[in-house]
C-alpha cells in the first residue's frame, strides 16, 4: 500500500509518500480499505515533532477516514466485510489501508460522500464530549466558538444550533464570518477589527455567553472569563497562541462560579472514546442524516500532496475541513 510518513521534524516539506506492507487488524479491529482521510491540526504537530503517536499506534499519521471494511480482527463481530465506515483512530490515516477499533467505527451517513464521511470523526467526537459533556451546554444557552471557520469551529455551530442552543463564532475575516453565519452562527465577529468580548457581551444583553469553546490558549484566557456569564464554563483544546499564562486574575473565577476545563482526545482509553463513538450514534448521527450536521469539505489533495494540505492547514486560509483522497 501506498502512505504518508515524515522524513524527520520539520515543516511540510518534510512530508513524504513510500510503500509497504498493509497492516493486520488486531483483536477488535477491523481493516479498512481507506478512500480518504481527513487532515487536522494535530497532524501538523506530529509531523514538527511534538505530538507523537500513542504507544502501540503506527508511525503514519492520520486521526480519521472513511472506507471499506476488507477485514477484521478477531473479536469484531459488529460490523462485516463491505462495510462503509469512518473511523477515529489513533494514528494511520493517511494510507490506502489502516487499522480501526470496531468501537470506533460509525456508518457513513447515506447521503455523505466517503470524502465528507472522512471529515467527521475527528470534529464530532471532539466537539461532542467538549461543548455538551464537558462544557454541558443545554438548549437555550449561548456558545462562543473562537474560530468558527475551522473544521472544528464548523462542526461546533452546527451542532450546537441543531441542539436548540445560540451560537456566537469568531473568525480572522469578514468572508470567514459570512460562513459561520451561513452555518447557523447569530452573531460572527471578525477579532481582527472586533473586540470579542464586547461583542458577545451586547450580544447577550451584557450577561455573557455560558459555554466558550477555545483553540488559542494563553492570550484569551482573561478575556474569556470577561466574556463568560455567571456559572459560564470555558474549555480549552489547544493552545495555538499559547500555553503558558503570566499574571492570570483568579477573581473572576472565584466570584462568578466559572468552570473552567479542557482534554485532548487522542491518548484517552479505547472504553473512553468508544463511550464518546455511541453518544455519536444515538444523539449525532440522526441529525447528520437528516442533513442538519455536514462536514463541509474546504479542499481535498491526493496522497502524494499531503504536504500540500498541511500547508494550507498551517495558512489558516481554508474555511472547513481539508481531506486527502487515496483513490478516485
Given at each position: 500500500m501506498r502512505?504518508?510518513?515524515?522524513?524527520?521534524?520539520?515543516?511540510?516539506?518534510?512530508?513524504?509518500?513510500?510503500?509497504?506492507?498493509?497492516?493486520?487488524?488486531?483483536?477488535?479491529?477491523?481493516?479498512?480499505e481507506v478512500m480518504a482521510a481527513g487532515v487536522n491540526r494535530p497532524d501538523c504537530a506530529q509531523r514538527?515533532?511534538?505530538y507523537p503517536p500513542p504507544p502501540g499506534e503506527s508511525d503514519v499519521p492520520g486521526l480519521e477516514v472513511a472506507g471499506r471494511v476488507v477485514a477484521l480482527g478477531e473479536g469484531a463481530v459488529a460490523l462485516k466485510v463491505g462495510d462503509e465506515v469512518c473511523a477515529l483512530l489513533g494514528s494511520g490515516g493517511y494510507a490506502e489501508f489502516a487499522r480501526a477499533a470496531e468501537a470506533l467505527c460509525l456508518p457513513v451517513p447515506?447521503?455523505?460522500?466517503?470524502?465528507?464521511?472522512?471529515?467527521?470523526?475527528e470534529a464530532a467526537f471532539t466537539v461532542f464530549d467538549n461543548v455538551f459533556t464537558r462544557g454541558r451546554l443545554a438548549p437555550g444557552e449561548t456558545l462562543l466558538v473562537h474560530g468558527g471557520s475551522s473544521g472544528i469551529g464548523s462542526m461546533a455551530i452546527q451542532l450546537a444550533t441543531a441542539l436548540g442552543a445560540k451560537v456566537v463564532a469568531t473568525a480572522g475575516s469578514d468572508e470567514?464570518?459570512?460562513?459561520?453565519q451561513s452555518l447557523g452562527a447569530e452573531l460572527a465577529i471578525n477579532y481582527r477589527t472586533q473586540d470579542f468580548v464586547a461583542e458577545?457581551?451586547?450580544?447577550?444583553g451584557g450577561a455573557g455567553v455560558d459555554v466558550i469553546l477555545d483553540m488559542v490558549g494563553a492570550p484569551y484566557f482573561a478575556r474569556n472569563l470577561s466574556a463568560l456569564a455567571l456559572e459560564g464554563r470555558l474549555v480549552e483544546i489547544a493552545c495555538l497562541g499559547g500555553a503558558k499564562l503570566e499574571g492570570a486574575n483568579l477573581w473572576p473565577l472565584i466570584l462568578r462560579r466559572l468552570t473552567v476545563t479542557g482534554s485532548t482526545l487522542r491518548a484517552r482509553t479505547l472504553t473512553q472514546k468508544a463511550a464518546i463513538a455511541a453518544a455519536l450514534r444515538?444523539?449525532?448521527?440522526?441529525?447528520?442524516?437528516?442533513?442538519?450536521v455536514k462536514p463541509v469539505i474546504a479542499?481535498?489533495?491526493?496522497?502524494?500532496?499531503?504536504?500540500?494540505?498541511?500547508?494550507l492547514m498551517e495558512s489558516s486560509a481554508h474555511m472547513g475541513k481539508i481531506a486527502l483522497v487515496m483513490r478516485d
Open positions: 502512505y504518508a510518513y515524515f522524513e524527520g521534524a520539520g515543516g511540510p516539506e518534510v512530508v513524504r509518500v513510500g510503500e509497504g506492507a498493509k497492516p493486520e487488524p488486531r483483536a477488535g479491529e477491523v481493516l479498512i514538527r515533532g511534538v447515506s447521503d455523505l460522500s466517503l470524502v465528507e464521511a472522512a471529515a467527521l470523526p470567514k464570518c459570512a460562513f459561520c458577545a457581551k451586547a450580544f447577550t444515538e444523539k449525532v448521527w440522526p441529525l447528520v442524516a437528516a442533513g442538519r479542499a481535498r489533495f491526493p496522497l502524494e500532496k499531503a504536504g500540500g494540505a498541511h500547508a
